[in-house]
């Protein structure tokens, strides 16, 4: 009788655990290379007045400059704080001493963006070379669990995703650069020339065709994991074009407030996704011309920041709270998001309760 009892007691603990849990899709947006301050305080005034770094200063001015630094952040990024405050939590404020930080000693691309996936700042991943990464990836994990299978996509500008993901081992789908989309319809053909056919003015297929091309397969296909990687930002950043590098991260929020419209217009989606925000690594800022640079030898290049928005995580709007979070926790966190628990080989941080909790 007791054992009956007992067994009761666990089933309706895990249908109240499993009701209040909500998530049942994640979506992971990059922005390479975005600095948290202006994410958190808006135009840097140095490098706007700078005619070094800004070729339209004007421009700038009144598009994106305020004198509170929250009004000028709203202008650049004016979905993220508006959503927030709704839906979600921003991390990274160090005005506040509220500190986000990567923890691999390189501080650039590759090493970050194994980071955000693995959990793990593997010395031995020290360069952007394309060279499949030995780390199991969080994203393969969830791709191996029941019901993901086959589920887990990822659109990169950058070439080197196929690498760092190591989709030939993981099994996910990845479409970087111009990788051959392969869609069958007709209006998805399309993007697919587009990305042949457009200019590459950074060298490397626009943000907004990695963009489209994932909202059309998000359509199509109903991935249960998305992982988006804009690359514009740190690509304008190290031309010490400020202008281009402000009117990308504009652009970047502007897609994606249409990708939260999106997957709120879709039964699978709506009120079942969270999406997570955040960079692979940060830039100069004490020394003006360094901000074009990051690096081991660039001071503030450790410095990021994290936004979180979704079902399950508490509408706490600017974290402002002293605190201290890391890159590596965001692997475990999007695992712990969909109620599983990331171990693999390597050993990796605790995920980021304020966010699923």
């Given at each position: 009788?007791?054992?009956?009892?007992l067994?009761?007691l666990?089933?309706s603990i895990?249908?109240t655990l499993s009701?209040q849990?909500?998530t049942?899709?994640i979506i992971?947006?990059t922005?390479?290379?975005m600095?948290w301050?202006?994410?958190m305080k808006?135009v840097?005034?140095?490098?706007?007045?700078?005619k070094q770094?800004?070729r339209?200063s004007?421009?700038v001015?009144?598009s994106?400059?305020a004198p509170a630094?929250?009004?000028?952040r709203k202008?650049?990024f004016p979905?993220i704080?508006?959503a927030?405050?709704?839906?979600?939590?921003?991390?990274?404020?160090?005005?506040?001493?509220?500190?986000v930080?990567?923890?691999n000693?390189y501080?650039f691309?590759?090493?970050?963006?194994n980071?955000i996936f693995t959990g793990y700042?593997?010395?031995?991943?020290?360069?952007?070379?394309?060279?499949?990464?030995?780390n199991?990836n969080?994203?393969?994990?969830?791709?191996?669990?029941?019901?993901?299978?086959?589920k887990?996509?990822?659109?990169?500008?950058?070439?080197?995703?196929?690498?760092i993901l190591?989709a030939?081992?993981s099994g996910?789908?990845?479409?970087?650069?111009?990788?051959t989309l392969?869609f069958k319809d007709?209006h998805?053909?399309?993007?697919?020339?587009w990305q042949?056919?457009?200019?590459?003015p950074?060298g490397?297929?626009p943000d907004?065709?990695?963009y489209?091309?994932?909202?059309?397969?998000l359509?199509?296909?109903?991935?249960?994991v998305?992982?988006?990687?804009?690359?514009?930002?740190?690509?304008?950043a190290?031309?010490g074009?400020?202008?281009?590098?402000l009117?990308?991260?504009y652009?970047?929020?502007?897609?994606?407030?249409?990708l939260?419209?999106?997957?709120?217009s879709?039964?699978?989606?709506?009120?079942k996704t969270?999406?997570?925000?955040t960079?692979d690594?940060g830039r100069g800022?004490?020394?003006?011309?360094e901000?074009?640079s990051?690096?081991?030898?660039?001071?503030?290049s450790?410095?990021i920041w994290?936004?979180?928005l979704g079902?399950?995580?508490k509408?706490l709007?600017?974290v402002k709270?002293q605190?201290q979070?890391?890159?590596?926790?965001?692997?475990t966190?999007?695992?712990?998001?969909?109620?599983?628990n990331?171990?693999?080989?390597?050993?990796?941080?605790?995920?980021?309760e304020s966010?699923?909790?």
């Amino acid at each position: 009788m007791k054992f009956r009892l007992l067994i009761g007691l666990l089933i309706s603990i895990s249908a109240t655990l499993s009701a209040q849990h909500k998530t049942e899709n994640i979506i992971i947006v990059t922005l390479d290379g975005m600095r948290w301050q202006e994410v958190m305080k808006g135009v840097d005034t140095a490098l706007m007045n700078s005619k070094q770094y800004t070729r339209d200063s004007e421009y700038v001015a009144q598009s994106f400059y305020a004198p509170a630094p929250e009004e000028s952040r709203k202008k650049i990024f004016p979905f993220i704080w508006s959503a927030i405050n709704n839906h979600g939590q921003i991390y990274g404020n160090r005005t506040y001493n509220n500190f986000v930080n990567i923890t691999n000693p390189y501080q650039f691309s590759y090493p970050g963006y194994n980071e955000i996936f693995t959990g793990y700042p593997d010395k031995a991943v020290n360069s952007n070379d394309k060279v499949y990464n030995k780390n199991e990836n969080v994203l393969e994990f969830i791709n191996k669990q029941p019901g993901y299978q086959n589920k887990v996509a990822a659109f990169s500008t950058w070439g080197v995703f196929p690498y760092i993901l190591n989709a030939p081992r993981s099994g996910i789908y990845v479409n970087s650069d111009v990788d051959t989309l392969k869609f069958k319809d007709d209006h998805l053909k399309l993007i697919n020339d587009w990305q042949f056919l457009t200019t590459r003015p950074i060298g490397v297929r626009p943000d907004v065709i990695t963009y489209f091309a994932a909202r059309e397969y998000l359509k199509a296909y109903k991935p249960k994991v998305l992982y988006i990687a804009f690359d514009e930002t740190d690509d304008f950043a190290h031309g010490g074009m400020y202008d281009q590098y402000l009117r990308s991260a504009y652009s970047q929020d502007r897609m994606i407030e249409d990708l939260w419209n999106t997957i709120q217009s879709m039964p699978q989606y709506k009120n079942k996704t969270t999406l997570i925000i955040t960079c692979d690594h940060g830039r100069g800022d004490k020394v003006k011309s360094e901000w074009t640079s990051h690096g081991e030898k660039v001071a503030d290049s450790n410095e990021i920041w994290l936004v979180a928005l979704g079902p399950d995580t508490k509408p706490l709007g600017e974290v402002k709270e002293q605190g201290q979070l890391y890159q590596r926790q965001i692997a475990t966190t999007l695992a712990a998001l969909l109620g599983f628990n990331f171990k693999p080989a390597h050993e990796v941080m605790k995920p980021i309760e304020s966010i699923y909790k």
